[in-house]
């Protein structure tokens, strides 16, 4: 593929595999509408019958948190990264505490739809008929749930600006990023310049472009330590549908030099 994907092939094929055996048997997508069967993630079709899975900003929410809550304590920060490397560690910490947050709301939710029977979708996907029970009480053959990862690139490009920025070019140090993120860039207009004009993402940059296969992948491993109430796989969508102005009014300043709201 071309170098706009950068490294993020091997993630897409990983969330891939999981259909492989469907891809095989034609009949099991006749009838699967288009939108199911996404290209980026591959969103598990048995969301649309209403099994537990459902969109949030995992990606974008993490790196905020992250940043929101590096706190100082006498000058002094708790934490104070030497690499992009740690950085992406301490990210890849965050991300996981909230994907945990997210499966421990999501597997009430997927308990409770068990009483509400899904007579279309038992009819689309295979094994429900055969073992006589409801998509929602793990009668599938699929059986997997999914969790849309919103904000990627975002994320991918201000782990690619901190990097340039902070620990490349070392026009400013991690406190001095932390403090201009607080205060929405406020009185820091030639940081807010320096980070909008890292490399980005999809812009003939391998590095850059890396960066959005890095975050692909640990939401994927994120997701995999976890199977759903109906003994399936949570598997990962990247895609955003609407949400990205609902959680976009929401963020907070970023390093890629994205203002508040």
Known sequence: SGCHFGDTDSCLINCCLPFEEAIESKSSFENIP???LVLIGVAPFAWYFG????VLPVLLLAVVLFLSYTKFKQSRMHFCPSTID???DRYSIYLCRHVDYIISRMQPLEKALRQYPTPLGNALVDGCLESAMDLNAGGGKYNSSGVQ???VVDVADSLMAIKHVVFDQKI????ELIIA??????GNEFLKYQLLNAPKYGNDNNQADKFVGIVMELFVKALSRHTNTRGGPYLAGFYSMTTHILYGNHTGALPSGRLSG
Do not use: A, E, P, Q
């Not at 400013?172 to 406190?175: A, H, I, R, T």
């Not at 993120?181 to 406020?186: A, E, I, Q, V, W």
């Open 34 to 36: 288009w939108w199911s």
């Open 51 to 54: 099994t537990g899975g459902f």
């Open 86 to 88: 740690d950085v992406i």
């Open 149 to 151: 990862g919103v904000g």
């Open 172 to 175: 400013c140090s991690w406190k």
């Open 181 to 186: 993120l607080r205060s929405n860039f406020k």
